[in-house]
């Protein structure tokens, strides 16, 4: 399935659309001929407020990066913002059945990376709902509080 994350990831740059496209048909896993020519891109309710943190185009990008860095900042260099928080994403991208970023197919998180085939576990321990504790006590890491072993690949 990486190469139809690559193409959701390309999807705004055209010229690659075609070298993609050929790429995943050549997929048997595919879902349909038209999830791989990307006309059947999931539907996402819109996330609260005016805009994101950054772009939309950036944000659909780059979320991963961003949050990667994010956490690194916080955790191995005690640098607490709330920019790209993962905290802020839950609270503006809560689906309004669920009040979950993940707890179903439709949810913001989930619904996407459903159909890229992304599985990240950051739901192992980061709350899916807004207002919760941010993280489950009884899944962190005994050997030092301070720097968790890190789940996800880095
Ligand atoms: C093994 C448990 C665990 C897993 C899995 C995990 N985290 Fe964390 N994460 C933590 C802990 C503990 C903290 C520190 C909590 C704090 O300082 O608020 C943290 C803090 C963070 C922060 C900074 C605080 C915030 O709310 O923004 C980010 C960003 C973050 N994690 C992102 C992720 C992402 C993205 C994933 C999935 C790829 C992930 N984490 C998976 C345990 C985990
Ligand atoms: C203040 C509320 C807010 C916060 C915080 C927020 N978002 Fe957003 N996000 C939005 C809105 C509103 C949109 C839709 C913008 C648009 O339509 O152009 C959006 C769009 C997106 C998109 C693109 C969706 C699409 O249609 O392709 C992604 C991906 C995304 N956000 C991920 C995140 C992640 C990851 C975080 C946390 C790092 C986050 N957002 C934090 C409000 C927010
Ligand atoms: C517009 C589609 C889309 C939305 C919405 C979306 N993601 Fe993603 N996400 C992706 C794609 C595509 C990848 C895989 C990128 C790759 O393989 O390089 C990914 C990967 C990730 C990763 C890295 C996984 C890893 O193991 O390295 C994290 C963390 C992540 N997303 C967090 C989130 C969070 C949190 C939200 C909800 C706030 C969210 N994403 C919403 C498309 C999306």
């Known amino acids: 399935m990486a190469k139809l994350a690559g193409y959701l990831r390309a999807g705004l740059r055209p010229g690659l659309r075609f070298i993609v496209f050929l790429g995943a048909s050549a997929l048997l896993a595919v879902p349909s001929f038209e999830a791989a020519a990307g ?4 539907k996402l309710e819109k996330g609260k407020g005016e805009k994101c943190v950054e772009d939309t185009a950036t944000m659909r ?3 991963m990066d ?7 900042d916080t955790l191995r260099r ?16 809560a689906g ?6 993940a707890s179903s197919k439709e949810d913001f998180c989930v619904a ?3 159909y890229t085939g992304a599985k990240p576990d950051c739901w192992d321990c980061h709350a ?6 941010p993280v489950n ?11 968790p072993s890190h789940g996800g690949s880095q």
């Open 61 to 63: 990008r780059n979320h």
């Open 112 to 114: 996407c990376h459903l």
């Open 39 to 42: 006309v059947n891109l999931p």
């Open 78 to 93: 005690g640098i607490r913002t709330t920019q790209h928080s993962l905290k802020g994403c839950v609270e503006c991208h």
């Open 128 to 133: 899916t709902k807004p207002g919760k504790r």
């Open 66 to 72: 961003l949050l990667k860095h994010h956490r690194d």
């Open 96 to 101: 309004s059945k669920t009040g979950s970023v």
């Open 137 to 147: 006590q009884a899944a962190q890491p005994t050997a030092s509080p301070l720097m």
